[in-house]
């Protein structure tokens, strides 16, 4: 049995058809055993009602957000909480430490970090903190299919147990 929680990127492929490596994902999620735990970071659900908003309001077709949302809904939530908040503050300290200059002052948004070495922005945002803390606090499997995240974070986060799909 595996405890294993959905990133963004993988839930809003999973439920898109239309999505390059729909049939990775797809196959993935079929590949779960009937005894895995599969969560929905709160986080997840947050981004997609934001992207389904953000839509409605520039006036694009949100039909098939508004079906995401109602699909990725089977799946028990992993909420946030006090501990998340302690695995958060630790990932992100870690994650300064790894990629700044700590001897100078660090930029207060992720967002805006940039990698001491190459002087290229991390390109990771709050929310992939948020469920990357998840993930550690709780020993969760991230499944995910964003390049990104497992590139920045599998080098520091050696604990976080990453499958990229």
Do not use: C
Not at 145 to 150: F, G, I, V
Request: a negative charge; glycine letters at 4%; hydrophobic letters at 45%.
């Amino acid at each position: 049995m595996e405890q294993i929680l959905l990133d963004t990127n993988f839930v809003s492929v999973l439920f898109d058809p239309r999505r390059p490596n729909f049939n990775a994902v797809e196959a993935r999620a079929k590949a779960f055993a009937q005894s895995d735990l599969v969560y929905l970071s709160v986080v997840v659900l947050a981004e997609l009602r934001y992207g389904m908003e953000a839509a409605q309001r520039i006036g694009q077709d949100i039909s098939h957000i508004r079906r995401t949302l109602t699909q990725a809904a089977s799946y028990p939530l992993a909420e946030i909480g006090r501990h998340t908040a302690e695995a958060y503050g630790d990932v992100k300290a870690r994650l300064a430490d790894h990629y700044l200059d700590m001897s100078r002052r660090a930029p207060r948004w992720l967002e805006d970090w940039q990698d001491r070495a190459s002087g290229k922005t991390l390109q990771v945002d709050e929310n992939d903190l948020w469920i990357v803390a998840q993930a550690v606090e709780r020993d969760y499997l991230l499944v995910t299919s964003d390049r990104r995240l497992a590139d920045r974070f599998s080098p520091v986060i050696t604990e976080l147990r990453l499958s990229l799909i």
